[in-house]
Each structure stands twice: as structure tokens, then as C-alpha cells.
């Protein structure tokens, strides 16, 4: 059983930065490949980007290449999304989630964190 907290959203600017944190309990969290997902009100969830068990691989959608930047700390359960140059169209409820599979799939995700809100105003 893994349990994941999310913390770090908040209100920003466009063009602002956000770092998103995601602790894990448990002593397996290096065990999973690490995703993050968002949804906005009225759209379905996204995938948004993911690292693998040793954080050797990274993968993200082409919508937020190049702004956010995923990485985790195996030594401290914690998995996190650096999110740069922020859009209005980032505004979304962020989570994380735990996958035993190297996958962009939600549907094969584990376990979820409760999530944490994302605002960026114009």
C-alpha cells in the first residue's frame, strides 16, 4: 500500500513558476514509476508527465515540453513537477500517482494523492 500527499499549488501570474511536491508513505516508493495527471473543471484527466522507478526516464506531454521538468528523491519518498512559464490553460487539479508499469495510462495507476489546485491568471 502506498498513501501520496501532494503539496505546492497555489495562485501564480502567468509566466510564473510552481513547484509541486509528492510524498509517498511506505518504504516501496522506488519500486514505481511516478506520474503526474491534471483536470481541469469539465475536461476529462491528462497526463502530464512521468519518471521512472531510478529516475533514469522521463517522459511529458507535449503540451508542457520544455516548462515543467519531473524528478524524484528515492531517499526521501518524494516525487516533483517544477512547473515554469506557466499559462492560463494550466489552471487544473494536479495529482500524482503510482504505477508498477513504465506508462502514460491513468487507468494503470495504482495509487492516487488527493491532489493539489493549480491557478495561473492572465
Known amino acids: 500500500q502506498v498513501q501520496l500527499v501532494e503539496s505546492g499549488g497555489g495562485l501564480v501570474q502567468a509566466g510564473g513558476s510552481l513547484r509541486l511536491s509528492c510524498t509517498a508513505s511506505?518504504?516501496?516508493?522506488?519500486?514505481?514509476?511516478m506520474g503526474w495527471f491534471r483536470q481541469a473543471p469539465g475536461k476529462e484527466r491528462e497526463f502530464v508527465a512521468a519518471?521512472?522507478?531510478?529516475?533514469?526516464?522521463?517522459t511529458s506531454a507535449d503540451s508542457v515540453k520544455g516548462r515543467f521538468t519531473i524528478s524524484r528523491d528515492n531517499a526521501k519518498n518524494t516525487a516533483y513537477l517544477q512547473m515554469n512559464s506557466l499559462k492560463p490553460e494550466d489552471t487544473a487539479l494536479y495529482s500524482c500517482?503510482?504505477?508498477?508499469?513504465?506508462?502514460?495510462?491513468?487507468?494503470?495507476?495504482?495509487?492516487w494523492g488527493q491532489g493539489t489546485q493549480v491557478t495561473v491568471s492572465s
Open positions: 500517482a503510482a504505477s508498477l508499469l513504465w506508462i502514460r495510462d491513468p487507468r494503470s495507476y495504482d495509487y
Open positions: 511506505g518504504r516501496t516508493f522506488s519500486r514505481y514509476t
Open positions: 519518471i521512472n522507478w531510478s529516475g533514469s526516464s522521463t
